[in-house]
């Protein structure tokens, strides 16, 4: 094993770090190498973490939402002070290159300073009465033990976007991270250690899924389940709750549309599009998935993103510069391989890349573009978690969006366009919670985040990130 051998990574319960002999190994993906090795816990260990964030619901709502905030901003404080390790764990297990591995510390740390800002903007309100001498008030109160299930793709920041405004809310926390990245939230927990949280109202459970979540929805005591992964296992999620109708917030895939007009910015619709794109190595679950261009300036467009492509630079995430870095794992690869293979047999052209990275052990694609991709080859219908664009084009507006919606995802979309009448029509007419517009990354911590149709219920961010983990309760009041 490699760097971090020594090191036992455990879970974080009751306030003790816990480790155990049934262990798993986490794997470089630039190396294809372990680098490191986890403890997973067992049924009895996961039971006792339920019961403790049940005993710790009481103390940790009690505290004012400033006491509360001012603890996030502690823990925000420990992942600045630490930011460099832990953008280097992320590299390590996840394979994004160290700046977007510092991005994404940079982004949580801005997550836990809102909600530790937002917390303490929860208000309820007042309604006017419909019958003399009564008063209707609107209370909010936490929801109580939140079971949050989090992947690999953003390890850190999709872990961070569940806990911080769930504690903000009044919420104990138990956290399951992705086996393929389970260190960077290690790291979290410590963070949340050294800001002084009290014994468990932040817990860390590293373990087999299905045990953990059979538990989430089992047990009374976990109120609220916060799910970021595929679609395919949000369905098992949804089928599972029904029993119980134990609340899920589901954060699911997504196959983004970008459409590129004729009037856009042709440098900015470029580099939106590329970060859209590669940014993550394609593995983002807002990635740009389908780029269709406008007729008029599909040639230039193709010209200048093509060029652009070549620029981008693909190797370790460690060294310095990449912009690329390598798919989560052996199966990643492969299918995407066997994506392009079938884009190339139903007509598509390789414009760029199309092959795994020679003399590599780790699991690198090239950056991959394709043009006259049909909208039936695999690659414009499945998600694609891979630094693969497939182009197409179209002519009038009506038909870009049309061809945009046409799928049963609806997470993001993006467009490059200048004309602001056509920017109202796209914002009413696409089918996505969020649309960027000259905008490849569109998430902030103080905009919802979430899906529409098969991507997902519920939002996470803004406002509406921190309602999801609060009660609504109405106050009726007779004379008093
Ligand atoms: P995944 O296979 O669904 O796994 C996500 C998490 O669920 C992991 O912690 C995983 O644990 C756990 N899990 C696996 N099987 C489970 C089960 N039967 N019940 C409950 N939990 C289970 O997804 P992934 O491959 O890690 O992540 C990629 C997917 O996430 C993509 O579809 C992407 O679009 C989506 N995503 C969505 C968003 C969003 O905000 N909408 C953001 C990022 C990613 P193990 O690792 O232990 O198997």
């Known amino acids: 094993m490699a760097e971090n051998a020594a090191r036992n990574y455990g879970s974080y319960i009751g306030g003790e770090w816990v480790y155990t002999e049934d262990t798993m190994q986490v794997v470089n993906p630039a190396t294809a190498q372990p680098f490191a090795e986890v403890s997973k816990i067992d049924a009895a260990m996961l039971k006792r973490a339920m019961d403790n964030a049940a005993a710790a619901f009481h103390e940790w709502r009690a505290k004012s939402a400033k006491e509360r905030g001012a603890f996030l901003h502690r823990v925000a404080d420990e992942l600045v002070r630490r930011k460099a390790e832990i953008a280097r764990a992320i590299t390590l297990e996840n394979g994004k290159p160290l700046a977007q591995s510092e991005g994404e510390v940079n982004m949580s740390e801005d997550h836990l300073r809102w909600f530790a800002e937002e917390a303490r903007r929860v208000y309820g309100r007042v309604i006017p009465p419909q019958v003399n001498g009564k008063r209707n008030l609107v209370v909010k109160t936490p929801i109580g033990v939140v079971g949050a299930i989090a992947p690999w793709n953003f390890p ?139 007729k008029g300036i599909y040639k230039e467009f193709v010209e200048r993103f093509c060029a652009a492509v070549a620029k981008l630079k693909t190797g370790d995430g460690l060294q310095p510069g990449m912009d690329v870095g390598p798919v989560v794992n052996q199966t990643a690869l492969d299918g995407a391989l066997a994506q392009i293979h079938d884009a190339v047999s139903k007509g598509a052209r390789v414009l760029a890349g199309g092959e795994r990275v020679k003399d590599s052990a780790g699991f690198f694609l090239q950056p991959t573009v394709l043009e006259n991709v049909c909208d039936s080859a695999a690659c414009m219908c499945e998600e694609t978690f891979a630094p693969i664009a497939p182009l197409g084009s179209f002519e009038t507006e009506e038909e870009g969006i049309r061809r945009a919606n046409a799928s049963e995802y609806g997470l993001s979309a993006y467009a490059m366009t200048r004309d602001m009448a056509r920017i109202f029509r796209l914002s009413e007419q696409m089918e996505a919670g969020t649309i960027g517009i000259n905008d490849g990354a569109p998430t902030t911590s103080t905009a919802p985040f979430g899906g529409v149709k098969e991507s997902g219920w519920g939002r996470e961010l803004g406002y509406e990130g921190l309602d999801a983990f609060l009660e609504t309760k109405h106050v009726s009041l007779g004379a008093i």
């Open 156 to 294: 850190l920041v999709l872990s961070v976007r569940k806990a911080a405004p769930a504690l903000a809310a009044g919420c104990p926390v138990v956290l399951k991270p992705a086996s393929q990245t389970p260190i960077s939230c290690v790291l979290l927990a410590e963070c949340m250690q050294a800001a002084g949280v009290p014994a468990g109202v932040f817990q860390l459970v590293i373990g087999d899924a299905a045990m953990i979540s059979n538990e989430f929805v089992g047990n009374p005591i976990c109120r609220k389940i916060s799910f970021t992964g595929s679609t395919r296992v949000g369905q098992s999620l949804i089928r599972a709750a029904a029993d119980k109708i134990k609340p899920l917030c589901l954060e699911l895939g997504g196959l983004a549309p970008v459409l590129v007009f004729d009037d856009c910015d042709l440098d900015v619709a470029v580099r939106e599009t590329i970060i859209a794109k590669f940014r993550n190595t394609g593995q983002s679950c807002i990635a740009a998935n389908r780029i269709y261009v406008q």
